[in-house]
């Protein structure tokens, strides 16, 4: 019952009050400044968010209509590593969704994280390398499920071993805090790297069939910025991941309440400058 609780927190908290997030998402351009990640992941802002260019070297960006293409530095040029070295492994191009909006803070659709500059969505969709789709197409792709349609396996048409290396890639960073993933992705990664460390940073959670969402550390010495309880010991492959695979967990949530969460103050700053 604990774990339905959470469960229908999370779903009910997903999307923010319309009227705050309407605001931050009207705001067309970064705050100039030292960049600085505000607050925590689902309760905060960024100051000097940097923009990911429309395509790069192994990357190219969907959806730019939405105007989520903004992040701290440290996140934009992570991502242009992790395209980089996507490539030259011969894994394919990155298709990256959404990071955040150009001063971070709540998103009035789809997200109650990316809020801070440090969350970002890559599709598990992979191109050949030079495989860049022209940019009006982008804007209307829809990203693939990794899964078959009963959503209980992984689905050979769609996933291979570049999936499963990309992640791996992007894992092994020592910037990444956690990167969610499908429930049945995440067991078929310990069935084939048992006892891997990097797995340990794989998060099963609902959805994320069709995109993995990474996250990454507090910047070093950004004092404003509010990190996740570290993760437990362990590959995270033991009775936590079976939880997900239990009866309990594939019950509807009670409905709950949502929590109102205020943003730091700094933020209304950020948002007014």
């Not at 705001?27 to 968010?49: E, F, I, N």
């Not at 659709?109 to 030079?130: C, E, K, M, Y």
């Not at 910025?225 to 590959?235: I, T």
Request: charged share 20%.
């Amino acid at each position: 019952m604990k774990r339905l609780c959470l469960l229908a927190l999370v779903v009910w908290s997903l999307a923010p009050p319309a009227t705050l997030a309407s605001t931050w998402s009207d705001v067309l351009q970064p705050v100039p400044g030292a960049p600085r990640a505000v607050g925590s992941y689902t309760a905060g802002c960024v100051q000097g968010a940097a923009s990911l260019a429309p395509e790069g070297h192994g990357f190219q960006t969907m959806r730019r209509y939405r105007r989520r293409y903004f992040g701290h530095p440290h996140l934009v040029r992570y991502l242009q590593e992790l395209g980089a070295a996507a490539v030259h492994q011969g894994l394919g191009v990155l298709s990256i969704g959404d990071l955040g909006q150009p001063r971070g803070g709540p998103t009035p659709t789809g997200h109650r994280s990316h809020q801070n500059g440090l969350d970002v969505d890559i599709w598990f969709w992979l191109p050949p390398a030079g495989g860049v789709l022209p940019l009006a197409e982008r804007e209307t792709i829809e990203a693939p499920s990794m899964l078959t349609s009963d959503g209980r396996a992984l689905d050979g048409r769609q996933w291979s071993q570049r999936q499963a290396n990309v992640l791996r890639l992007a894992a092994d960073a020592s910037v990444v805090a956690r990167i969610f993933v499908n429930p049945v992705i995440k067991k078929a990664l310990c069935e084939q790297f048992p006892g891997a460390f990097w797995l340990q940073k794989l998060r099963p959670w609902w959805g994320h069939d069709d995109h993995f969402h990474l996250r990454l550390h507090c910047p070093s010495g950004d004092t404003t910025c509010q990190d996740q309880d570290p993760l437990p010991a362990g590959d995270g492959c033991g009775a936590d991941l079976a939880w997900w695979f239990s009866e309990e967990a594939r019950q509807p949530p009670p409905p709950i309440d949502r929590p109102k969460v205020p943003l730091p103050a700094a933020c209304e700053a950020i948002l007014r400058r």
